[in-house]
């Protein structure tokens, strides 16, 4: 019996640091990242200054933050966002809805994007390092959000004590305690009335 030969997907490599990309539009925009000038695709709506490495990445973040001017508010706790399924994706934190399944073990995610990073564990491949402290990591934004640890201030200030940290999820786990403070308070005065 012949057996057949499963066809290589074709990868397409960077000429300037031999980075493999899956598709030839990756790797167009990557390109951009070996420019002089690098960083230098600037949002300019509503003051808003940002600066991305790609025009594609520009045309995303206009389309996402600066088109859509409605906000999408979860009924459990008032998250709010400008992007219809992140509010999807949100509220199954409140409903426990894990439609996503590995393969490999079994366990539920509340997104694709969550399953995917999960399955990097089964490879047990951890591309990601730190070039400050060497800790590798499956997936490129647990980098990046651990990067801000080796920061030499804390960016992100809580506008109502001043307390501040380095990290945006360590803000808004604090700004969750207020809000369980402030709901506490509420809580007694309806008591004592």
């Known amino acids: 019996m012949a057996s057949k030969l499963a066809k290589k997907p074709q990868l397409f490599t960077c000429n300037d640091c031999q980075k493999v990309f899956k598709t030839k539009s990756t790797l167009r925009y990557h390109l951009y990242s070996h420019k002089p ?9 509503d003051g808003c200054k940002r600066t991305f490495k790609n025009p594609k990445r520009l045309s995303d973040h206009k389309r996402r933050y600066h088109l859509n001017t409605e906000d999408y508010v979860c009924e459990y706790c008032g998250y709010h966002t400008r992007i219809k399924c992140n509010l999807t994706v949100h ?45 590798s990591f499956n997936d490129a934004k647990a980098l990046y959000h651990h990067r ?18 380095r990290q945006s999820a360590g803000l808004s786990q604090h700004v969750r305690w207020h809000r369980k ?3 506490r308070c509420t809580d007694v005065i309806k008591i004592v009335q």
């Not at 000038?37 to 709506?45: A, R």
């Not at 426990?96 to 990073?117: D, M, V, W």
């Not at 801000?148 to 940290?165: F, I």
Request: charged share 25%.
């Open 37 to 45: 000038g690098n960083g230098t695709f600037t949002c300019n709506n």
């Open 91 to 135: 509220r199954r934190q409140h409903t426990g809805e894990r439609p996503y399944c590995c393969e490999h073990c079994g366990n539920g995610f509340a997104s694709s994007y969550q399953l995917n990073i999960h399955r990097e564990i089964h490879s047990g491949e951890r591309k990601y390092c730190c070039i400050i402290c060497a800790e």
């Open 148 to 165: 801000a640890l080796h920061a030499e201030e804390n960016k992100y200030v809580c506008n109502l004590c001043d307390k501040s940290y």
């Open 181 to 183: 403070q402030q709901e």
